[in-house]
């Protein structure tokens, strides 16, 4: 959930930052041009054991196979990764950004733990120093599509939603020097939608290209102005309701940057454990399944949202300036 005392007007309001703030941060440069396809190859990263005595570490590597697709994250759907007790996965989105995501990087490689970073594909192609670096140091990376659309890729016909995933997924590709983006054999074959808006359409476009998709069991709502503090105080309580699960991040978010050391040394203190989850062969393994009372809170919302993101906008007038 979002909090408990929070107004719906708030979480609306919440949301609606959460899927357009993205497209704020991805930087307007032409689209990637199709490259020629090539055999893929697996994800591979430098972890390395850890060096640091006492550090928080990551505890397990968890191999998740996307052939046939995959979707998980209870925000959004009814099945998510099989975590046991005080075991989280952690997740960045919208990067890569110069400032922000070098601090977010520096936190984890201080404490030994590996993250998943969704890519915004023409970030990563503005970027590609820090993709790499992201790799070099053992992290996994996913797409979160070329641009982050302000209305999602659900507000965009379905070619052009298409073209969105196609691209970014080209685009990190390219940016962390591998080889070309093959359909049905990525090499980046994680994804997760901006502001969790799928659609049929989308949703069979990746199950048919093997890559799995990627909600999120809880969130540090870092795209709302929030302190490093208070964020900090949010996502503990939230994770100690839920005791387990996919947590969303933001790598662009100063706030999530400053506050990351202080919640690692929280996980480690409250005896948390990290999952790293790394691209695996195969169909996916076992899942856990949602309570029978289960629902779809992010479509909840996007029901109440989107209305308002396809709305034309008003043209600014232009002033008559008289010289």
Same mark, same amino acid.
């Given at each position: 959930?979002?909090?408990s005392?929070?107004s ?7 949301l609606?930052? *959460? ?5 704020a ?10 490259a020629?396809e ?23 590597? *968890?191999?998740?196979?996307?052939t ?13 990764? %099989?975590? @046991? ?21 520096d ?5 030994c ?8 594909g ?9 993709v ?27 070619a052009?939603a ?5 691209? &970014? ?36 476009? *990746?199950r048919?290209?093997?890559i799995?998709?990627?909600?999120? @069991? ?7 102005s ?6 900090l ?6 994770l ?7 947590i %969303?991040?933001h790598d ?12 690692l040394?929280?996980?480690k203190?409250?005896?948390y ?8 062969s ?8 949602? *309570? ?14 989107m209305? &308002?993101?396809l ?13």
């Amino acid at each position: 959930m979002f909090g408990s005392g929070r107004s719906l007007s708030l979480t609306i309001a919440s949301l609606v930052c *959460l899927i357009t703030c993205g497209s704020a941060v991805a930087q307007s440069v032409a689209k990637p041009a199709s490259a020629p396809e090539t055999a893929p190859m697996a994800q591979s990263g430098g972890a390395e054991a850890c060096s640091r005595k006492n550090a928080l570490g990551t505890s397990r590597v *968890l191999e998740v196979g996307t052939t046939g697709g995959l979707e998980v994250g209870f925000k959004t759907y009814r099945h998510s990764l %099989l975590l @046991d007790d005080k075991e989280v996965v952690l997740t960045f989105d919208d990067g890569p950004v110069p400032g922000s995501t070098e601090q977010v990087l520096d936190a984890l490689k201080a404490e030994c733990v590996k993250a998943t970073f969704f890519l915004i594909g023409r970030n990563a192609q503005d970027h590609p120093n820090l993709v790499r670096r992201e790799i070099a140091e053992g992290h996994t990376i996913g797409s979160h599509s070329w641009s982050h659309p302000e209305k999602t890729l659900r507000g965009l016909s379905e070619a052009a939603a298409q073209a969105e995933i196609v691209d &970014g997924i080209s685009a990190v590709q390219t940016a962390a020097g591998m080889e070309a983006y093959v359909a049905g054999k990525p090499r980046v074959s994680f994804f997760r939608f901006p502001g969790f808006a799928d659609t049929v359409a989308t949703r069979a476009l *990746l199950r048919d290209r093997n890559i799995g998709v990627f909600g999120a @069991d809880l969130w540090a709502s870092d795209w709302t102005s929030i302190t490093p503090s208070a964020e900090l105080r949010l996502i503990l309580q939230r994770l100690d309701h839920e005791r387990r699960g996919i947590i %969303l991040f933001h790598d662009t978010r100063p706030q999530t940057a400053a506050m990351l050391p202080s919640f690692l040394a929280e996980l480690k203190r409250k005896g948390y454990r990290v999952v790293h989850m790394v691209p695996g062969s195969g169909t996916p393994g076992t899942l856990r399944d949602a *309570l029978p009372a289960w629902s779809s809170e992010t479509e909840a919302i996007l029901k109440q949202v989107m209305p &308002g993101l396809l709305r034309p906008k008003a043209s600014t007038p232009k002033v008559k300036h008289e010289m």
